[in-house]
């Protein structure tokens, strides 16, 4: 007999943001209508250009070596002056700097960063150009788009003490190109010819959002503490007063400098590669956990994460030709790349496409006067995804509006010892066993439940209780969903193929013992065994490491999926408080392989 095993996390009541509670009273277990599309082109001709002054040394980004202003512009065709547009900053992540052939170029060399050339038979890496199939699609929405080019000085370049990573610096310098922006904006006459307009009076300040890869994940994330840090310099170098209504990150790092940096107060999403074979831990994780375990709960702002299928870490960079990843490991996890591209292909289509669905809807949802909030729907898992996305791939999401006291109540986080509740009451256990801790790659501010059965049964439960019979009940009046988060462990006996969908009954515990009628989790969420990627490894000693370089399969990754269940999908019964909430694991076969 094979034992089950999962990870229960967060219990949450919300009053949602996305769907009204009238919305919600003839609700019936099945997912709500699916988010709309937010990948069409828009309305406006789409032009570019670029600004880039010579390398200096600029003791406002680093003083101890060259950095250079460089950037892409991509904007309507149309910018004109009086008519504001919103403006978006994107920043690539460490990469080289010097490349070699074509389809695919190899990148090799770093001699750009500190010299400002390339070897003979090189060319410069234009790192910033492969989010171009972002930023012209963005643009034909009327947003203008910067992305910086941070070659000189930073990418592939040794870091500094308290900013190993140099993603301090990288944040000082979108704070740079931010400064020159609103300086041009404010100038009538300043602008660089080969912007190819005079930006005075086009750009909107007040609705930024930001965009990052990699390394440019954290930094972009960097530069938003930078300016609000008490005494910054900033706001007074960036002319206009600055308002981040998002950022969004793929594959970021986290926890590469001396600060932990976090995005409270903005809007913020972040698309992980299931099949990232460099940040292969998915760090990107973290600043989710920290974010809406913090104090204010994520200040009432939706906070998200996706994780892709398939997905690599390089090909969300168009210029970034060759696979960071050998490959995808877990049933079902099919690559969206070549594994050894062929002369003349490179990169993946697919894969971009899941990024220009997660990126346009993320923006054209959160930044600009008029935001389109319909499109937040792809991150929230009360909608089913588009299905021109769902045709590409799979992805796992994990969602909060934004837990604020005032819509939202936590009742559980696991944080307290194993077998009691948050509310200090023992948890009512019937034929399994849990065990609370830490989840693998996540921060350790997360905690989530360890339950383990071995027959599926209505007599195999787990009870959390929120108040005791004596206090009566939770009131979850003015509620509209029960969120949680649930995922299979790693290896833990659980069925492994593609098609076998863990599943149990949850019911609430009304105020006088009596249960609601049972919601199934499978007709919310398909909660499958966990994905991960392949990357190579060598044999290494203490002295050194070298060959025979094997490719390994990495960890499956564990992101806890989100769960929105409406209250009313538990029986039209008027539901006054909750005293607990019941899971029986009643629902999962147990013969497997």
Known sequence: MRTRSLLLGSLVL???ATAPAEEHEEATSDLAAAAPDATGLGPHAVTRGEYRLPAARNPDILDDRDTEIWAEVVRPQDLAPGARRPLLVFLHGNHSTCGRGQNPRIDDNVQYTMTGTCPDGYTVVPNHRGYDYLADRLASWGYVVVSINANRGITAAQGTAGDFGLNLARGRLVLSHLALLSRWNTEPGTTPAEVGADLAGTLDLGEVGLLGHSRGGEG???AYNLYADPGSPWPARIREPLHVGGIFEIGPVDGQTGRTL???????????????????????????DRMTSASDRGAGVAKSMLGVWGANHNYYNTEWQQSDSRGCSGAGNKPLFALSPSAGVSGSPAQQATGLHAAMAFFRAHVGRDPERAYDALFDPQHAVPETLRAVTRVQRVYTDGIDPASSLVLEDFTAPSGTSKAGLPLGVRNVTVTHGDVPEHDRVLKAAAVKWTAASADTSLEVPLASAADGAVDVRGRTTLDLRVSRQRGAGNPTTAETVTSFSIQLVRADGSLTAPVRLKDHVDVLAPVGSRYPQWVCDEQACHGPMTVQPGPAHVLLDSVRIPLAAFGKTELAGVRAVRFTFDDTPIAVR
């Open 14 to 16: 919300a009053a949602c």
């Open 262 to 288: 976090d995005a409270l107060g903005t809007a913020w999403s972040v698309l992980l590669p299931l099949c990232d074979g460099d940040v292969r831990n998915l760090q990107g994780m973290m600043p989710f």
């Open 220 to 222: 972009v994330r960097a």
